[in-house]
């Protein structure tokens, strides 16, 4: 287990001596604040692409083997933490981040097995979520853990990636990682919490994930298992996922191999099993973003494919008798829904049981979010129109049917069906996460116990739906969270993503009540990359038409300042990962526009991106330098590749963690040297926690020790005093 150190303190004397040697000046000491900024040395090396020479004076910097590395990374944070301790208004802001975070509990992965359900339960202070069993879904029902992180790991460095139960509810299948690895071993337990039986290693990873199905009898599930040491080359064992079945009480070395070799190197696989039949689904995706395939195994056992990559099918789930239902994008950009028998599987005899319409079937390939769903009367199926959500329900023939009743800008998270009834995951930009259930007796939809209970308030806050237009005449919603009454030039935050298919909906957040009591302005953006107008709308915005994203969100900032809302000494940008690229494509190309931007855990250089331990994950969204056309899209972009010496860039706080699975901390390290170099006047911090990854599984005092430094960051930098008195 990784011990937690202070963010900002070196190491060792050791490594505070390596520094010295490094930059050519003496390091400060653990308790010193830093008195300048860390020289870099630069150490060219020279690449030629498709005839194109790209010289990189910041290579080195890739190695976290390097000792010099990981002094500079050192010295790094301890002079960013001498500006961001010193920043005004900062223990308030951290006192009112931690009455936030902590104000509510909350439940996700809800799933109903054995008369039961079983859920993740968010519980401040507690540092980590806990796996629940619950016996009903109303009021003063019994609930029992059957997983607490925090006791097994009193660090939180400890965290549940997933869980499945079995069909009885009587054992749970939990995969555990730490310190925001992503990486996870799946342990089972009984419903009192004990843990039985043996560990099964090397089933979660951090791109590719992991997931488990259990067997309809309990007696062992099929999971996707990564090579072991030995079985490929060291550099191949995060890829290369298979499908194996485990029977409880065996060691996991006797495990049967099931299905997957021959699979791309970069698959990624979801699984589920039909709770009576036996029958299994894997759905395999060939890179992050990337084309679906779709294989079925029978009742006796046998493998079959279903659907290929050109069959366009998105996601299986089993419907209520014998029959298996597709979300398919096939001529059907927008989605539709078929239906085939599983007595014979074949795609060509399919039928259409709802077409597409005008709005945009919701698939999450981890169920992480929403997905279509079947109960034993209905089809429930999530639609995104635009960013906001809605939930339409159908006979299982196709029929329209009642459905629930939604906000107008709100969204719809997981779907899950119980006999006749199906229980569903709302949120708004203003109302958090609960769980309603809607059923199909009375068409009535009801607030469930599973609800939050808050102290806080958005009462005097409105959102705004607007729209810009991108350079090629592109529709662009964004919506606008401001408290009512505000006009004018107003400090102002904007947001996206824009990539992988994801879709942008209303999330909430209560840390955003502080920016509203301070006048903050938030802005939301639904921009290219995305799948929110179906699937052209995320093809529109990856590969060779990236750029397309970044001049979505540019078309956002050009029209605040426009029409009077914002200026350029009051606009801020934070994104996080895919977002990431997008702040620092943002501020490479528009530096004029903004005062400050958070990028966290961001993705930089685009020529070196496959390069990285998990990089060929990422081929299918962003393109390879080993095409020629795509090497000119990313290196017309790249925003490391763009960064010029004499440019005045806005201040810029870069996070990232040092565990991170999915995007290699190299990228943060490389884009603050080259911009640290440039001579730009405004400060340009590298905050690198030692504990965490991607994001995935961070302790909630880390989450909120990030939070304080970002709100502090952006509200300096945008002229706005924290006011003590303003809080609601």
Request: with cysteine; charged share 20%.
């Given at each position: ?134 016996d009903s879904t109303e009021p003063g029902a019994a609930e029992h853990a059957i997983v607490d992180p925090n006791m097994r ?266 006999g006749d009834e199906v229980l569903f995951l709302s949120q708004s930009y203003l109302s958090p996460p609960a769980w309603f259930r809607f059923t199909t007796m009375d068409a009535a939809t009801v ?282």
């Open positions: 287990m990784q011990q937690r150190r202070i963010i900002g303190r070196l190491a060792t004397a050791g490594v505070a001596a390596a520094m010295s040697m490094l930059c050519g000046c003496r390091a400060p000491a653990a308790d010193e604040p830093a008195s300048a900024m860390p020289a870099t040395p630069r150490m060219p090396i020279t690449d030629t692409y498709h005839g194109v020479t790209v010289t990189d004076d910041f290579r080195w910097l890739e190695d976290w083997n390097d000792p010099k590395v990981k002094a500079w990374s050192d010295a790094q944070n301890v002079y960013a933490r001498s500006i961001l301790d010193a920043l005004p208004g900062r223990d308030a802001i951290a006192a009112r981040v931690r009455e936030l975070r902590v104000d509510s509990i909350a439940y996700s992965s809800l799933s109903r097995h054995g008369g039961r359900w079983f859920a993740l339960k968010r519980q401040p202070p507690k540092q980590q979520p806990l796996l629940v069993a619950i790991d009193p660090t939180g460095g400890t965290s549940i990636d997933f869980f499945e139960a079995s069909p009885d509810g009587k054992r749970i299948a939990v995969s555990l990682s730490s310190g925001g690895s992503e990486s996870g071993d799946v342990h089972v337990f009984d419903d009192t919490g004990k843990e039985i039986f043996e560990t099964v290693p090397r089933v979660q990873g951090g791109t590719a994930g992991g997931d488990v199905a259990w067997a309809p009898d309990g007696s062992g599930f099929f999971y996707t298992r990564y090579p072991h040491d030995g079985d490929v080359p060291a550099e191949d064992l995060h890829f290369f996922q298979q499908v194996y079945f485990h029977t409880l009480g065996t060691p996991a070395g006797t495990d049967r191999y099931e299905i997957g070799k021959g699979w791309p190197r970069v698959a990624e696989i979801r699984l589920a099993a039909h709770p009576s039949n036996g029958m299994v689904t894997a759905s395999v995706q060939r890179g992050d973003g990337g084309p679906i395939e779709q294989f079925l195994r029978s009742r006796s056992g046998m493998w079959r494919q279903i659907a290929t990559v050109d069959d366009q099918v998105a996601r299986p789930f089993f419907g209520p008798g014998n029959e298996l239902c597709l979300v398919s994008r096939k001529d059907a950009p927008r989605g539709a829904i078929l239906k085939m028998s599983l007595a014979d599987p074949r795609l060509a005899r399919a039928t259409t049981v709802v077409p597409q319409s005008g709005d945009t079937i919701a698939v999450d390939f981890w169920e992480a979010d929403a997905s279509p769903v079947a109960t034993s009367k209905r089809l429930f199926v999530p639609y995104q129109i635009g960013g906001p959500m809605t939930l339409k329900a159908f006979g299982l023939d196709g029929q329209p049917a009642s459905g629930p009743m939604l906000p107008p800008i709100s969204s719809i998270g997981e779907v899950v069906p119980a607030r469930t116990a599973l609800a939050p209970k808050t102290n806080v308030s958005f009462d005097d806050v409105e959102v705004v739906g607007e729209t810009a237009r991108s350079s090629d005449g592109t529709k662009v919603p964004y919506f606008v969270m401001r408290r009512r009454g505000v006009t004018g030039v107003q400090p102002t935050i904007v947001t996206g993503y824009g990539g992988y298919g994801v879709n942008t909906v209303p999330e909430y957040s209560a840390v955003r009540r502080m920016l509203f009591d301070q006048g903050v302005v938030f802005v939301d953006t639904v921009i290219r990359g995305g799948s929110e107008f179906g699937q052209q709308w995320h093809e529109q915005g990856k590969l060779t038409q990236k750029q397309h994203v970044f001049d979505d969100f540019a078309a956002v900032l050009q029209q605040l300042i426009a029409r009077g809302q914002a200026s350029p000494a009051t606009l801020a940008i934070i994104g996080g990962s895919n977002g990431g690229l997008l702040m620092g494509a943002t501020f490479t190309q528009h530096p004029e526009l903004l005062k400050a931007v958070v990028s966290l855990v961001g993705i930089y250089d685009m020529l070196r991106v496959e390069r990285s331990p998990n990089g060929s994950f990422n081929v299918p969204e962003f393109g390879s330098v080993t095409d020629a056309e795509q090497f000119r899209a990313l290196f017309a972009y790249s925003p490391y590749h763009h960064v010029r010496d004499g440019t005045q860039y806005p201040a810029i706080l870069f996070m990232t963690g040092a565990n991170d699975p999915r995007v290699d901390p190299m990228q943060s390290r490389k884009m603050t040297a080259r911009l640290q170099a440039t001579g730009t006047r405004q400060p340009v911090l590298l905050r690198t926690s030692g504990n965490t990854g991607h994001g995935i599984g961070t302790p909630l005092d880390a989450r909120i020790a990030q939070d304080v430094d970002i709100y502090s960051f952006l509200m300096a930098k945008l002229g706005v005093t924290f006011k003590t008195n303003q809080a609601h």
